[in-house]
Each structure stands twice: as structure tokens, then as C-alpha cells.
């Protein structure tokens, strides 16, 4: 018997009170069609009513999939547990979920990504929980704020701080899904998935898993419906005694405002002279220096931001595939794509899925994180989750928290204050305008990554900016490089809300990442570092 069925008649079936997790990273393996139907049921006979919303990855985006805002209606949803959220333009007006956050219309947390599927692993498994390390010290932290983003979060707990041979771990109680939203290209009548064109698996077969062990509902959204048994096994990742009903989406986007890109789903490779190259601008001086940091071999992660212009640096200088990326949506390899394509990657060598992944960098796998921040405050911490002025600007933490916990490197890249408008000249920085809004402060708005924790893990962290280099000591942030044309004084340690230290040894930093002919120096061979 075919278990399609229209979204709809699908949608019907979703029970009040109900606990749905979703599979999407924004518009990437988005369920839209099905989160549509939902919105629609509940608007045309008010039912399902308060339910429990989980997506490890934000579930839609603020250009053109709108996801979890489908449901962002008085009453239908009742508590939100994501790893992220719908971002976009400070200008724009932001996603209707974010709204009913901030009016405590709904009790919504941000957990760490790799920590919901970790949480839904141990669900399917019926085991009772995660206790874990990641997070200890930061906004996840019950001493800090527990993961709650508003005050009706604040009222149910969901993370307690417990001692368990000799050490201090964060516990979560298991996650059990009664609905799984997954999407997939293809299923055959059986229910069987196959992802051929996707950017990623995400966490498909674990939601799946966690939703058919207890008891619930799988619903796999596709492009397409293909004969059963005409799907090649090795090409099948979910299989059909999982998914209860398949809902045909013909016009389902690949990801974020893009139809279909088949680089992005290793369908082909793209010719690396296709990939545009950033411009010559004071970002990319900061990107050339990131990359300065880089031994070949490496195995590197990245995150949003400045930082993710660093494969074109690498690109631009013929140096593509001598570091290997890794991001936390799954694409190993290939080259990393930027802005509202985030998350994915063309010419990618693996699809890893995301809970795997996680567990990868969640236990310091890797060789170096390259990621951006918002503050960093006098212990070296860092914020990138929380802006309260404009909230839906930043994602929320994401997998920045799982990342950091353990890696052995971190190296942090953003602007020393909000506003300034730079430019280089003539080799120089030169700062026309100064901006208004610290970076460097006292005290962040949220703790994203603890330095504190950072120091007592010997872990290696470099904060790039457009006018200086610092490195965390166990004394706190010390600047080690000056950009020339930069005063120290003047331009930033009078522009730090907190005391900086400065290397007795400062250096200025090469002239030639400063020019547009610059050639950055090789990178060196990787050194093998004990675990």
C-alpha cells in the first residue's frame, strides 16, 4: 500500500499537545510544504494547539522559507526548543516566532544543535538523558541562564547542573518526539528516502528513529515519488519501516532562495575558476590573516562571517585542498558557500550527518575552528548568540557551543568596534571614521564560549581584527600584532571597554597581507598534536 498522502490530509493527523521535531538547517532540507499544511489545519479548525517545536538547526529562514513561522500562531505552539532560529537583516522585520518570543507567548530555549541530537538519540534508544560537558560555563549553563530565552522558559528548567566523579556536567533529560518532519528527494510508494539531490542529511534518520521508537509519526516530504523497489539500497538513507506517510513537494527548494544547484548536492563539480573571489577590503585582510594560521593537512571547521571568506583566500592563492573544511551541517571538503547558502558546500568530498559530525567536534576532532563573535570580554569570552537590540540578527548559538567546547584551536575573527568605517591605503589601515559600539568589553550580553573554561582546557585562542591580533593568556586577552598605520593607544587600547594586555614583544603585522598583490607566506605542513 503507498503511504503518499497530500499534506492536508497528513496534517489532520497531528494531535494536540503533540511534540514535533523538525529536520531542516534554514532552508536547507527545509519540510516547508508539511510545516504550510500544519499552519493552515490549525488555522482552519484551531487544531493542533500547544505543541512542543524541536529543530536542532533553525527550521526556515527570512528569504523566502518561512518554516517554523508556518506555525507561529496564537496557541498552536506552546514551547520551542531550537538549536537556532530564523535570522536575517537587522532592517527586516523579524520572523513572526521571534516576536512571540520576546512576548512570552511561547517558552522558547536555545540549545546547543549537537546537544538536541544528542538528546534524540538517547530518546530513540529509551535511555533517560544526555549528561554532558559541553556548555559548562556559558548560557547553557543553569548557573547562567540555562538555555531559557524568556521568562516563560525560566519557569520550566530544562538543564541541571550535577557532580558525577569529581567533575561538573550539565543534564538533559531525553527528547521523544510524537511527530518526525523530514524531507528527503525521493521516496519510492514504501516510504523508502533517498537524497540525491539534497546539500545534506542533517539528522533524518536519527529524528526518524527517535519519533518510530516511541510510538510516533514519521512524515518524509520530497521532491518526487518513484515505483517501490526501483531505489538502489545503498542510495536509500532512511529506510521505509520508519515513514509512516510521504508528502509529494514538487517545488521544494534545495536550500536557502536556491531551486536546485547540483554542485551543491555532488551531483557535479564546478570549475574552482566559477567560484567568485572576495574583493580587496579590510574583510579580506582579515581573512588573509586567519589563513596565515593554517598548516597544511588540517582538518578545519568554520563558521559565519568574515571567516567564512577563507577558502576563496585559499582558492585565490592556489592553495585550495590544502586544508580540509568541515562544517557542522555534514559537507566534508569542497569549497564552503557564503551568505544566505551558508551551510552548504559545492565540490564537497562526504556528506557526514550532523549528529555524527557533531560528535566529532564536540570531542575536539578537528585541527582549528575559525568562527566570528559579537563581544569578547576581558577573560577572552565570547558572545555570538545573543543581541538583544536585534535579536533575530543572530542565529542563536547553533553548534558554536558543541564546536568550542573542546577544540584544540580557535580562532575568532570580527571588526574591534560597530560602526568604524575602515579602508587600506597605501599598505595602512586607515580608520575615516570611528565606530560607537564596543566589541572588547567588560561584560557580554550572553557567554557563548568561556574563556575562563578555555584557559583551564589549554586551548589555543586568537581573536583577528582589523586592526590588531590578540591571543588568550591565563592573565586575559593580550594584543601580540598591530596592522600598520593602527596608533596602540589611540586606536585600541583607549577603545576597549576592558584592560588589554600587550606583548613585550609586539610585532606589526606583514605588510604584504595589506596589499592587493599580497602574497600570503606558505602554509606549513601540519604538526602532529597529542589529543
Known sequence: MSKVKPAADVAMLIKDGAVIAVNSSS??????????????????????????MIHPIAAGDMFGTKGVDHLAQPGLISTIIGGSYPSGPSGAEPPV????????????????SGIIFDLLREGAAKRPGVMTQVGVDTF??????????????REKPIVRRIAFEGQDWLYFSALRPDVALIRASTADERGNLSFENEGAYLGAMELALAAHNNGGMVIAQVK???????LKPHDVRVPG????????????????ATP????????????LDSFDLPPFDIAKVMARRVACELQTGWAVNIGFGICATVPRVLLEEGRHGDVTWVIEQGA???????????????????????PHQFTYFQAGGFDVSLLSFLQIDRNGSVNVSKLSARPHVTAGSGGFVDITSRARRIIFTGYFNAGAKLSVIDGKVSIDREGKVAKIVDQLEQVSFSGRRAVEQGQQVMYVTERCVMKLTPDGLMVTEIAPGIDLQTQILDRAETRLLV????????????????RMPLLKPARQVAA
Open 503 to 518: 606583548a613585550p614583544d609586539l610585532r606589526v603585522m606583514d605588510a604584504a597581507l595589506f596589499r592587493p598583490e599580497g
Open 27 to 52: 532552508g536547507l532540507c527545509c519540510p516547508d510544504a508539511m510545516l504550510a499544511a500544519i499552519g493552515e489545519q490549525y488555522r482552519a479548525h484551531g487544531a493542533p494547539k500547544g505543541v512542543t
Open 140 to 153: 547553557v549553563d543553569p548557573d547562567q541562564e540555562g538555555c531559557a530565552m524568556n521568562d516563560a522558559a
Open 224 to 230: 518526487r515519488v518513484a515505483q517501490s523497489g526501483t
Open 241 to 256: 519501516i520508519l515513514v509512516d506517510y510521504v508528502v509529494e513537494a514538487p517545488d521544494q527548494l534545495q536550500t536557502t
Open 260 to 271: 536546485h544547484d547540483p554542485a551543491i548536492s555532488g551531483e557535479i563539480f564546478r570549475p
Open 97 to 112: 516566532i521571534r516576536q512571540m518570543i520576546a512576548r512570552n507567548e511561547v517558552a522558547a530555549y536555545n540549545v546547543p
Open 332 to 354: 566534508v571538503g569542497g569549497v564552503p558557500l557564503l551568505d544566505f547558502k551558508f551551510g552548504c558546500s559545492s565540490n564537497a568530498e562526504a556528506f557526514v550527518a550532523s
